[in-house]
Structure formats: structure tokens, C-alpha cells
């Protein structure tokens, strides 16, 4: 299971890193915009941080065939493995996922906002489907189409994997995960919200300041 983030913020990167066990990094044109830096910056340093098994997702701009097909190809090349163009599911881009895979692009399809449509993808031989969770929330029960596509793609031995975007929250996360969700990019506050249960610095205080009044000091070896 892959734990990616999705952010452009290499400080968080960096950061997130170095705590926890993550496959890579996901951006989209919103994020690397939020970011202040121009999308060349944003990729030659996360370029230049992730290890070579670490993935790097980026997105298109054009919507047009040619533009997101030479978009495309630019991505994928920004590093010599590990590098996928995300392609919205369009109907251009399903086009543009179909001719990509030709040429043995990695693909993720994204903006993804029903199992439908990425099953569609799927088909088109897209590597990673990113279904918008929360998004699809103002449609539909977001995490039960999810979990529905999950079902799909295995009832139809299909090997394509599932990186659910787009969450608010830590039980969207959870939730996915115990479906047996291949994939889940993750926005930097929700991760955070992941590791810091209030509970378990209280805890830890507990420990320290019992063991403080029984022996003196706060550390095991005297
Ligand atoms: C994935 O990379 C998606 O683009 C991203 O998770 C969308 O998140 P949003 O719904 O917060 O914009």
C-alpha cells in the first residue's frame, strides 16, 4: 500500500519524510499555484529530494490532444523512472491516456469524480485511477463508490491501482485503507492530523512526570 503526499510544499516533504514511509508525491495546477513558485521550481525540487523508487505525480495544463500529449511526455521525462502524468478523464483525455500508454507513459487519470469514469480509464490502461473523495461527497457517498470501485477493478482482474485524493479528513483516510485501497495521496494537514492524537502526548507526559517523582530524573539510564 502506498502512502503519498500531496503537496508542493518540499518543506512538508522533507519533513513528512523523514517520520513516516512515503511512495511519493502528487501535485496538481492548484497546489503548485497555492505554492508561490513557478511549476519548473517546484519540480527540480522535488526532483532533486525524492529517492529514484520514490514516485512524482504532475498534471497536465493543455486540454487539448496535442498540448497534453507533448505536456505528457515532458513530465515523464523530468526523471528517468518513477515519474507519472496525471490526465484528467476528459474525453480528450481519455484520448491522451490511451496514446500515452502507447508510448509506455506512466498514467495516473485524475479528476475523477465517479467509478464509472475511472473504470473507463482503467480500461485505457491508466497505471493509478485518483478518484476526488471529498468532492465526491457533494454527489454520492465519496468513500462507498471508492470502496465500490475497488471491488470492481478486482472482479474484473484488472491490476490498474486505486490512489484516492481529495480527503478532508482522517476517517475518509481510514476508511479506505481498510477496504484495501492500493493508494491514498494525502494533503500535509490531514497527514498531521493522522500523527498527533492529543491522547498520546498526554500519555507521554503521564510517564515522564511518574517516573520523575519516583526516581528523580526523566530518562531511563541514570
Ligand atoms: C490529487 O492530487 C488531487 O488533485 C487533490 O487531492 C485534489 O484535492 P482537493 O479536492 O483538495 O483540491
Not at 66 to 91: F, Q, S, W
Not at 180 to 203: K, L, N
Amino acid at each position: 500500500m502506498e502512502f503519498v503526499l500531496d503537496t508542493a510544499d518540499i518543506d512538508e516533504v522533507k519533513e513528512l519524510d523523514g517520520l513516516l514511509t512515503i511512495a511519493g508525491v502528487t501535485t496538481n495546477p492548484t497546489i503548485i499555484t497555492k505554492s508561490g513558485k513557478q511549476s519548473e521550481e517546484v519540480f527540480a525540487q522535488l526532483a532533486d529530494y525524492l529517492k529514484p523508487e520514490q514516485k512524482l505525480f504532475a498534471q497536465t495544463i493543455s486540454t487539448d490532444y496535442d498540448g497534453m500529449l507533448a505536456e505528457a511526455r515532458h513530465i515523464c521525462g523530468l526523471r528517468p523512472k518513477n515519474t507519472y502524468v496525471k490526465i484528467p478523464v476528459t474525453r480528450t483525455g481519455l484520448r491522451v491516456i490511451k496514446a500515452a500508454k502507447a508510448e509506455g507513459l506512466g498514467v495516473l487519470a485524475t479528476a475523477i469524480y465517479s467509478a464509472d469514469e475511472a473504470f473507463l480509464a482503467a480500461l485505457n490502461g491508466a497505471d493509478y485511477l485518483a478518484p476526488y473523495v471529498n468532492r465526491m461527497c457533494n454527489y454520492c457517498d465519496g468513500v462507498g463508490q471508492v470502496v465500490g470501485l475497488i471491488r470492481m477493478l478486482a472482479a474484473q482482474g484488472m491490476d490498474t491501482k486505486v490512489m484516492a485524493a481529495s480527503f478532508k479528513n482522517v476517517e475518509q483516510v481510514r476508511e479506505l485503507i481498510a477496504a484495501g485501497i492500493q493508494a491514498v495521496t494525502v494533503q500535509p494537514p490531514v497527514v498531521h492530523a493522522m500523527i498527533d492524537h492529543p491522547g498520546t502526548e498526554i500519555a507521554v507526559a503521564e510517564f515522564t512526570e511518574n517516573w520523575k517523582n519516583a526516581y528523580g530524573r526523566t530518562t531511563l539510564l541514570a
